[in-house]
């Protein structure tokens, strides 16, 4: 995530940033399946465990958990793996974690075209 995504103070990154990038996974994923992207008919959940903040790395995986026909129950959980340490001791440096977190679920139900 980047300065720009900032929304809160201390450099927390807006909520609603990691589900725009969740649902481009989703569009990769219908894309992939079904050969076009279809369109979001709902967002059935969203959870919001851990911050994210400007600098982290993220890492988005994507699943179809139920398929009938042409709609399509996705799942995208986003995990940080890499975060900016708390003092760095360099303007580069990275924390590349080993156990990443999940920070963020969100459910959509898709439908092909």
């Known amino acids: 995530m980047s300065d720009r995504d900032v929304f809160y103070g201390g450099g927390v990154v807006n909520g609603a940033r990691s589900i725009t990038l969740m ?6 994923i219908m894309a992939k399946v ?12 969203v ?3 851990e911050p994210i903040f400007a600098g982290d ?6 699943r ?3 398929q009938k026909g042409k709609k399509a129950l996705i799942e995208v959980r986003a995990f940080k ?3 900016v340490p ?16 999940l920070c963020t679920i969100c459910q959509f139900i898709y439908e092909a075209n």
């Open 47 to 49: 959870r919001l465990y």
């Open 64 to 66: 179809i958990k139920q």
């Open 57 to 62: 790395y993220m890492e988005f995986i994507a």
């Open 34 to 45: 079904f050969h076009n992207t279809g369109h979001c008919l709902e967002v059935r959940k």
């Open 86 to 101: 708390e003092d760095p001791p360099y303007p580069s440096s990275i924390d590349v974690l080993e156990d990443p977190p």
């Open 81 to 83: 793996i890499i975060q």
């Open 23 to 28: 649902n481009d996974c989703a569009n990769r």
